[in-house]
């Protein structure tokens, strides 16, 4: 408890968390809200909870970097030394970040899902928004708990590199250009996209949804269910932390 | 109590530290002195085990760092002053600190008192000047009120004023029965410091004696005497089986004699029971500085390159290699405040 305590004093006590969070939260409702408003009233239909979601990944990566700097900074300016200094078994302090961080990437990964599917209800009343199935409510409150993930993995880079640009380089090029690419190797492409982490952990919030246009993404025939994909992202997430928090303890701070 | 048994570092194939053995005992400031790169900084890493050693142990109050429970209540440490995020208070910086010892958040606000810097506790410490960085790094070491407590080069970068404050602090802080540990590349800094010396060069152990003894041992002392009648002077030390130098004036003033391991008071009577009349008669010491290059000549890392005076240079026959003294002289012989050529 008094680790968590540690971390959260470390977090709240200097300025960028609270930009990040900002950040996360208007972009991906400010998206959201413009893609509400200019929805043509024929395609309103095409207006279901998961489509109110396509922008998810603009707050994810913000927290990811939030995620990343938790970590690499305390290399950068030293602290990471203090940390040690106070917790010398060094796993503890780590894990307590990690649950810190993860936790409030999770909540403002509720706060951006709840405030996009809402702001668009706003917007168009006459839409169909209203969450009544497992899977309508999975497509909104199921953002938070990738949020949360995709932050463990965030902070397992940060760990291994301890360097802050050359972390968010590797999860931005991984994230936008490898889990994009390595689909179009011809024949084997949809296999290893069926097991790529972050297209697994998307396949969680959007297995079953209806394809249209402007949704997001759904992906065919992926081997996993919902529940399935969720955990095989918590799985890889989870491994690379426990990868990178070996490394922290075997490594001279 | 700390005590470190066959330390050793290695980096791939370069050795910082090598087979290091000491002990530092409470009560009593103990200075951890070699020049620049002897691995002071590195031990203390491992010490406070931020560094793993690739041989041999380190122990505080006979267990290793990593297994005290609550380590900062029982050791404090200044490695860095820098060690502070930048855009944190001083007072956040210390609240984590405290938070992880479960050390009690008015222990914040009394450090802060006590190292002066309660009136800016709430402001960035990256707009911290270094000797303000320095204070906080203090404030950190005392949070737990330990009584094992670290510092390395403290004093670097720092007023006199803030120099005698940290100087006065630590002999305190021994008064009050603590284990202080002190590095520093200042044997003069030292000197004022510490009442123990560890002294290291390349990572190996040099001495560890009392500050008072290394210097004793490291530095000649002699005697300087000066009259009008200077031949009849110089008959008269030689014939008592006395080693006696020429000195030919220079800044140090109008030429004189240089009578090593002698006292003023046995030359004094020497020239009184004779009639001679003496102009100066003054002990001399050989600078701290000099006694320090002399100990850890062989041992610097990063040697300048033409730094060996004529004669020695001559010996070594080389050009750009530093000679160490010849073994004959060390440690006893140094020449001081002689110029160059003439010293022996």
Known sequence: MTLLTVERIKLFSTRSPWWCMILATALTVGLTSLFAATTRTKDLADLTPDATQFAYNFGLVVMMVMSTLAVTTEYRFGTIRSTFLAVPTRTPALVAKAVVVASLSGIVGEITAVGSWGIARLIQPDAPLALNTAQEYRNVFGVGLVYLLASVFAMAVGLIVRQSAGAIVIELIYLFLLENLLPVIPRIGDSIQHWLPFTVGDNFIVAGAVRHSDGPPVIDNMPLGPWGSLLYFAAVCIGLFVIGTVLARRRDA | ?344
């Open chain 2, 1 to 344: 109590m700390i005590e470190a048994q066959g330390l050793t570092k290695r980096y791939g194939r370069t050795v910082a530290v090598n087979d290091l053995s000491f002990t530092v005992a409470p009560g009593k400031v103990t200075g951890f002195l070699g020049p620049n790169g002897a691995g002071k900084s590195t031990t203390m890493r491992m010490i406070l085990g931020l560094d793993n050693p690739s041989a041999g142990t380190v122990r505080i109050n006979g267990r290793r760092y990593a297994e005290l429970h609550h380590p900062l209540r029982q050791v404090g440490a200044l490695l860095d002053a820098k060690w502070v995020h930048p855009n944190r208070s001083a007072r956040s910086h210390l609240r984590w600190i405290a938070a992880s010892n479960r050390i009690p958040v008015k222990r914040v606000d009394e450090v802060l008192e006590v190292v002066g810097l309660t009136s800016v506790a709430g402001k960035r410490a990256g707009g911290f000047s270094l000797g303000m960085s320095q204070r906080l790094g203090i404030a950190t070491a005392l949070l737990g009120d330990p009584g094992v407590l670290l510092f390395d080069e403290p004093v670097n970068g720092l007023d006199p004023e803030g120099i005698l404050w940290i100087r006065q602090f630590m002999h305190r802080l021994a008064d009050e029965g603590r284990t202080v540990f002190v590095s520093s590349h200042l044997l003069s800094e030292m000197a004022l410091t510490a009442q123990d010396l560890v002294v290291i060069g390349r990572g190996r152990l040099i001495a560890q004696t009392s500050t008072q003894e290394f210097i004793d041992n490291a530095s000649e002392s002699a005697v300087r005497v000066r009259g009008p009648e200077m031949e009849r002077l110089h008959g008269l030390l030689t014939g008592q089986g006395l080693t006696v130098r020429d000195v030919p004036a220079g800044a140090d003033g109008p030429a004189a004699l240089l009578v090593p391991n002698a006292s003023t008071e046995q030359i004094g009577e020497l020239a009184g029971t004779v009639g001679l009349v003496l102009h100066e008669l003054a002990a001399q010491r050989g600078s701290l500085e000099q006694a320090f290059i002399q100990l850890t000549g062989q041992d610097v890392e990063y040697q300048a390159g033409a730094g060996a005076p004529a004669g020695a240079a001559a010996a070594g026959g080389g050009t750009g290699v530093a000679v160490p003294p010849p073994a004959g002289e060390a440690p006893s012989g140094v020449p001081l405040n002689v110029p160059g050529g003439d010293a022996r």
